[in-house]
């Protein structure tokens, strides 16, 4: 609750610094449109907006889920293999350290206009957070642990299952934290490289048409998306790391009166 009202506190902030440049500099409409055009935009094209909506949705989700489920297998293998980690993790920083904006067109020449090329983009921005974080996460269990480990007699693989996986997660968590809201990126990137539908399909139309109020409607969605997809990855933190209690810092400062010391 407390996050939600920072939240609600920085997009109000936020609004009322935009209505007060627009209201004090006065730019073109077609620069800087005040938020009351925004608004009419949403209501005018909502039914574009919507249907852009659900396709970029339907893209981030499988990305989601295919960055996660390949970040976590490269992680995985990197450490359960050392040799195939020697080989496979240059390779992982190299594709790493390339531009998404240049392989964006390398993959829709590869996968299509269709939604397979932004499925792959969007993965390829969550894969690498996430592979890094929980390779991290999995070089760094305590030695200790595993030399009590080794004592039990139980094999590199069961106690790769059984300690340090475990004591990973909060590391994988971190590293969802990082891609989850990065995903509406990947998936507007391939849009705007080749595209029949989506959100970044219609920046592209309302762009070269001048309309920058549907251009900021459709920027308001994709940063809502974001925030949801933040919002689901803290939802489900709890679950994947029951055992790694966390606690959430205020959003604003506690006060303190200067009458009371506190204890």
């Given at each position: ?42 209501a005018a094209q909502a039914g574009r907006l919507a249907g852009g909506t659900i396709v970029t949705v339907s ?179 709890p679950r994947l790391a029951p055992w790694a209690t966390e606690e959430a810092p205020s959003p604003f400062p506690?006060?303190?009166?200067p009458w009371r010391t506190p204890s």
């Amino acid at each position: 609750m407390r996050a939600f009202r920072a939240v609600a506190f920085g997009l109000l902030a936020g609004l009322l610094a935009w209505a007060a440049i627009v209201l004090l500099i006065n730019p073109p409409r077609y620069m800087l449109p005040p938020p009351i055009d925004v608004a009419r935009a949403f209501a005018a094209q909502a039914g574009r907006l919507a249907g852009g909506t659900i396709v970029t949705v339907s893209e981030i989700a499988l990305g989601l889920v295919l960055g996660v489920m390949a970040g976590a297998a490269t992680a995985l293998a990197t450490v359960a293999f050392p040799r195939v980690g020697a080989v496979l993790w240059p390779q992982v920083l190299i594709l790493q350290a390339m531009p998404v904006f240049a392989l964006a067109p390398l993959l829709v020449l590869w996968f299509g206009f269709g939604l397979a090329s932004k499925v792959v983009m969007a993965a390829l921005i969550i894969f690498f957070p996430v592979a890094s974080a929980f390779a991290d996460g999995l070089r760094r269990t305590d030695p200790d642990l595993l030399d009590a480990t080794a004592m039990t007699e139980a094999s590199h693989f069961q106690a790769l299952w059984h300690v340090r996986i475990p004591l990973a997660m909060p590391a994988l968590v971190s590293g969802l934290r990082v891609a989850a809201p990065l995903a509406p990126l990947g998936a507007v990137i391939g849009e705007w490289v080749g595209a029949s539908g989506g959100l970044g399909f219609l920046m592209i139309q309302a762009n070269a048409r001048m309309q920058t109020d549907l251009v900021f409607a459709a920027l308001a969605i994709l940063a809502a998306l974001s925030l949801a997809l933040r919002a689901f990855v803290d939802g489900i933190a709890p679950r994947l790391a029951p055992w790694a209690t966390e606690e959430a810092p205020s959003p604003f400062p506690t006060r303190i009166s200067p009458w009371r010391t506190p204890s």
